[in-house]
């Protein structure tokens, strides 16, 4: 066994029409975890109920299926392999909470797969004015999914015309700039996901594709073929070096073993002996073991890592979720008094102004909090200020926005700690806003519960 490959997530964006299921259905069936059995039990089944032209949407349509019942269906189908990477679909095109678990998400993105029809008519619709594809692209890029390939789907249905491919290509490379990417950056390739043009192996359907190219720092790259765009990837740098942070998704009290708070690594290490504080609760203790699925892991847990620690003289009831753990000895995490927050009103049927008060889903918090000054409105692509001190914001503007938490709060700038910089604006059972935080203040935290662990670690 030679090294393991690196991972990286990927999530798949573009209109409903547009056949992300397909394309994303086809690059897991060809390089993907799905067993033969499982296929050919789909593909029975869809040739039984005349959906056999169907298949690649219909295996992944189960796949989701299973997944939106709740049956925890294995992770293993929502990945695939491309020579350099082991590939993760992080979410499902077409979910409904897509926007808010790309925000709070498991994980972030490493980069988007937008997916833009090429059928007449299509195309014009996917990227109009309201299109979701305007949206998702935005957020995107908002929430620093910094790399994208763009997949031109549907060309046997143009007949592989490379005037309708140069016209889109013009036209989604104004579109992708505007939003707030580079073009040259951005791989374009023409498929169809249907029937495999272009995915993995070069197609035979359109001699004039020369290949894509991309610019990257390290000069240009060159490829032919979807499955090539995704390989070329720029590898992204965990954060591990970061100082610590791990917000709790939930905290057990174990017979026997005490209190294991359990959450994912976002940045730094975990290891057994380090002293830990507990921020907004304000307690410190020491870490006695790190496990991950019931094994011990002696090096500690890493970014990704989904882990479960043993702490000493702390009860289930000092701590809950989104809460957030960090290093006591290396810039520990704070409560929060407010913070200021770029803000984008997706969705939202009035005006919000000063004294609005909604839920924010921030890595694990759930917490209301207060819209309590609206600083100045800006543009939502250059970040640039057009009006000091707004009265109103309504749905498609940006501002930077002072925002004060009902309840003590655990947060950090996007620049610094990311996951726990990006929050959803919850409202009326959607999300109305998205968030990226500039700024935090902090609170004074005097006198918070040290334990004796902590106590007894500090002076080994």
């Known amino acids: 066994m030679g090294k393991e490959k690196t991972h990286v997530n990927l999530v798949v964006i573009g209109h409903v029409d547009a056949g992300k299921s397909t394309t994303t259905g086809h690059l897991i069936y060809k390089c993907g975890g799905i067993d033969k059995r499982t296929i050919e039990k789909f593909e029975k089944e869809a040739d039984e109920l005349g959906k056999g032209s169907f298949k690649y949407a219909w295996v992944l349509d189960k796949l989701k299926a299973e997944r939106e019942r709740g049956i925890t269906i294995d992770i293993a189908l929502w990945k695939?392999?491309?020579?350099?990477?082991?590939?993760?679909?992080?979410?499902?095109?077409?979910?409904?909470?897509?926007?808010?678990?790309?925000?709070?998400?498991?994980?972030?993105?490493?980069?988007?797969?937008?997916?833009?029809?090429?059928?007449?008519?299509?195309?014009?619709?996917?990227?109009?004015?309201?299109?979701?594809?305007?949206?998702?692209?935005?957020?995107?890029?908002?929430?620093?999914?910094?790399?994208?390939?763009?997949?031109?789907?549907?060309?046997?249905?143009?007949?592989?015309?490379?005037?309708?491919?140069?016209?889109?290509?013009?036209?989604?490379?104004?579109?992708?700039?505007?939003?707030?990417?580079?073009?040259?950056?951005?791989?374009?390739?023409?498929?169809?996901?249907?029937?495999?043009?272009?995915?993995?192996?070069?197609?035979?359907?359109?001699?004039?594709?020369?290949?894509?190219?991309?610019?990257?720092?390290?000069?240009?790259?060159?490829?032919?073929?979807?499955?090539?765009?995704?390989?070329?990837?720029?590898?992204?740098?965990?954060?591990?070096?970061?100082?610590?942070?791990?917000?709790?998704q939930d905290v057990y009290k174990i017979g026997g073993i005490g209190t294991v708070p359990v959450g994912r690594v976002e940045t730094g290490v975990i290891k057994a002996g380090m002293v830990v504080t507990f921020a907004p609760a304000n307690v410190t203790t020491e870490v006695k073991s790190v496990e991950m699925h019931h094994e011990i892991l002696p090096d500690g847990g890493f970014p990704g890592d989904n882990v479960g620690f043993n702490v000493k003289n702390v009860s289930v009831k000092d701590i809950r979720r989104g809460n957030v753990a960090g290093d006591s000895k290396n810039d520990p995490p704070n409560g929060c008094d407010s913070f200021n927050a770029q803000v984008i009103v997706l969705n939202h049927p009035g005006q919000i102004g000063a004294g609005y008060a909604p839920v924010l889903d921030c890595h694990t918090a759930h917490i209301a909090c207060k819209f309590d000054t609206l600083i100045e409105k800006i543009d939502r692509r250059t970040g640039k200020k057009m009006e000091d001190s707004p009265k109103f914001i309504k749905s498609g503007d940006a501002a930077i926005v002072k925002m004060v938490p009902s309840k003590p709060m655990c947060v950090e700038a996007f620049t610094e700690y990311p996951p726990l910089g990006r929050f959803a604006v919850r409202d009326m059972r959607q999300t109305v806003a998205v968030g990226v935080i500039k700024s935090v203040e902090k609170s004074d935290k005097a006198g918070g519960k040290v334990t004796k662990a902590a106590q007894k670690a500090a002076k080994k």
């Open 80 to 248: 695939f392999q491309t020579p350099k990477y082991y590939v993760t679909v992080i979410d499902a095109p077409g979910h409904r909470d897509f926007i808010k678990n790309m925000i709070t998400g498991t994980s972030q993105a490493d980069c988007a797969i937008l997916i833009i029809a090429g059928g007449v008519g299509e195309f014009e619709a996917g990227i109009s004015k309201d299109g979701q594809t305007r949206e998702h692209a935005l957020l995107a890029f908002t929430l620093g999914v910094k790399q994208l390939i763009v997949a031109i789907n549907k060309m046997d249905s143009v007949k592989w015309s490379q005037d309708r491919y140069n016209e889109i290509c013009k036209e989604t490379a104004n579109f992708v700039k505007k939003v707030g990417y580079n073009p040259k950056s951005v791989p374009f390739v023409p498929i169809s996901g249907w029937n495999g043009d272009n995915m993995i192996e070069a197609s035979t359907n359109c001699d004039w594709y020369k290949g894509w190219t991309k610019e990257t720092k390290a000069g240009e790259v060159k490829g032919k073929t979807l499955l090539e765009a995704i390989d070329a990837i720029e590898p992204p740098v965990r954060p591990s070096d970061k100082p610590l942070r791990l917000p709790l």
